[in-house]
């Protein structure tokens, strides 16, 4: 049973800070396997990774096969039913589209001072794209963390994706293709990582990995952290929900499942100044678990994180919501505009009625690779940032620097880093002189 | 005695590949006991800050005095003389002048499907500030992580700094001061990250924490990363110079000497195509290793990591710093712009002989926390960004759902994502019914 809770109890504080608080993820500690087998990598290479294949995913392969051939890439795609081909490419366009109005601009300019000023952006040069095998090989995610890539400009993007039993999902292939993906590996877990990080005699090293994945695939990438870049560690997902007593029980209670199916500790939390509202979702989840195809772990996520909250009014639920910086946050309200005003953290705000979290996760265009567990409040969904880099600029006219050397010798004086001070100094002598 | 290097010899491959490799930082393992600290801040909150206090510090505090009083903030300010004020005051201007035109822009529009898409931006609500003690503390470092925090629109930003034997340097308290910094607490080490991430009876929990620290602080933000958000962890200092014949040896040495002067693990490298000039420098290393106060550090740096490369000409010199990826590099030449425009990796440039390093590290304008080791090739320096995310925007009308719903429809089948394709689904059948 979910948590039915409201804001008016005199023990709603406790209740909700249990929520908040509530422990989702017991990730199992790996991390002494996985430095044997980042080491194990380092140390062997490609003889290491096709050891671990034969291992984890029952795969025999030769270096030579590591990597998918262009027909191997293309013979997988034909697979693909025209509809899911269609829908992919509409995903991939509308992606696009968004993430193209996100590419920072430049600047240079001059200051009263005569300095001038800048930077400029550059993309990654190599950048590699975890995707997991199995049931959690998701296409979307594909085209999630390939597109934003590509419109940085990324010249060298590479996926590996482990095929345990030599089985891929071809729309996962057909993503790679239509995002522009150049390399595809079949190899997975901690040994994919350490790959993509260190190199091996087949794969060469990339600058940044994105992606999600297992205990191990986390675990490799805190550990490789420093030498490339990584996205975030993704935790289980979460919606929360907003809306008012106007609005149809059913869409509301899908909403909620569609994030509870994903993983039983996915968090579902729907807000709602009317509590007859509340009991028709509640009544609506209840009818929805018994028949959904994903209802066990649905049900499972639902009944040890859903809730739902029936509060004083609409700004009470934005603030509550922003104590819970909800990765997904849907505000089905009569003003959508002027409650997302109210809200400071969340990682993504789907606006209306009509606009569904599932949009997002596909054919929205925003990205739907975001901040769970509570981390919006201090970072932000993928972005073509994330494969970009910025280098600031600077030059000093001789005007500027007789301007503002002196300045920069009295702090390095007290720094006591003479030598920083006698490089002004130096140089204001012969300017000066 | 530095490297002496040219590209034309037939081992410059094997000698430039280890002074890339060359592992510079040797972090003792302190993982373990970062951990038990943060653990014991977590169960006995103040208690603990107190205790580690007494320890490390030698100081004997209670709960009421970990934070400094603003009495005791302006009598140590009082202490700074107006040359140091001043400097400060103008390294502020600057610095801040500089990150305001990092703020970016929200966005919003209407997409011809009828989807309403956007973004906002958002600070982070509360962030802290490391600052080292002793002699590393730097008032510089203090301007450079608070005031892109103040710009961005952090409402509550703290600063922890340890004061061995009740020790505080003045300029730090001033600078912070000048920032508009709202806390300054009297700790330090992972304990006062701990506090920072998990919060005390007395110290708030901010959302962000940012700054240098040595090998505790550095594990201690790499256990708290995910609770809270941390900026880099940031390794020894490095320069890059690429100079042509016609400068002053004085000033390169100098620029060189200002990196080697700040720790034995820091790296300075000049690259040059006049053999002439190259050996020229090293004859000013030399002889100002001979008089310069920091002249053991400096000639340990230069001894094991410097080098001086003789190079065919500027082209390659702007590929080999690309290969390096340095954290700060300069550009020496009659023409700055046309090489810049040939560098794709590294931190900061500074563009012409008016422009020594130093200049940039206090009152240049951008900022001095820049990536290292290499790091440039996927990440940039602090900026207003750290301190801000992004939330996405999405809102569909009727239309745009019609037109675009089908496809995500195909794509949550296709994942066996029932209750997202259903969202969808119900939305539709409703408008079409």
Known sequence: MPVFLDTREPDFEIDFARLLGAKREDSPDVDDTVAAIIADVRARGDA???????RFDRLDLTADRLAFTPAEIAE??????????AALETAAERIRAYHVRQMPENARWTDPDGATLGWRWTPVAAA??????????????????????????????????????GVVNPLVLLAARIAGVDEIYRMGGAQAIAALAYGTETVAPVDKITGPGNAFVAAAKRRVFGKVGIDMIAGPSEILVIADGDNDPEFIALDLLSQAEHDESAQAILLTPDADFGRAVAAEVERLLQVLERRAIAAASWRD??????????????????????????????????????????????????????????????????????????????????????????????????????????????????????SVTARLRKLNG
């Open 76 to 85: 997988e795609c034909a697979r693909v039913p025209a509809a899911e081909r």
């Open 128 to 165: 590699g794209l975890y995707v997991p095998g199995g049931l959690a090989s998701y296409p979307s995610s594909v085209l999630m963390n390939a597109i934003p890539a590509k419109v940085a400009g990324v010249e060298r993007l590479c996926i590996a994706v482990p095929t345990p039993d």
């Open 48 to 54: 290491a990774v096709l050891d671990l294949t034969r």
């Open 305 to 422: 994180f859903g809730a739902i909250v029936v509060t004083r009014d609409l700004a009470e639920a934005a603030a509550l919501s922003d104590r819970v910086a909800p990765e997904h946050l849907e505000l089905c309200v009569a003003d959508p505009e002027a409650l997302a005003a109210r809200i400071r953290h969340a990682g993504a705000i789907f606006l209306g009625q009509w606009t569904p979290e599932a949009i997002g996760d596909y054919v929205g265009g925003p990205n739907h690779v975001l901040p769970t567990a509570r981390s919006a409040r201090f970072s932000s969904g993928l972005s073509v940032l994330d494969f970009l880099k910025r280098t600031t600029l600077a030059q000093m006219s001789p005007a500027a620097l007789r301007a503002i050397g002196p300045a920069a010798e009295v702090l390095a004086r007290s720094e006591s880093l003479q030598a920083h001070g006698l």
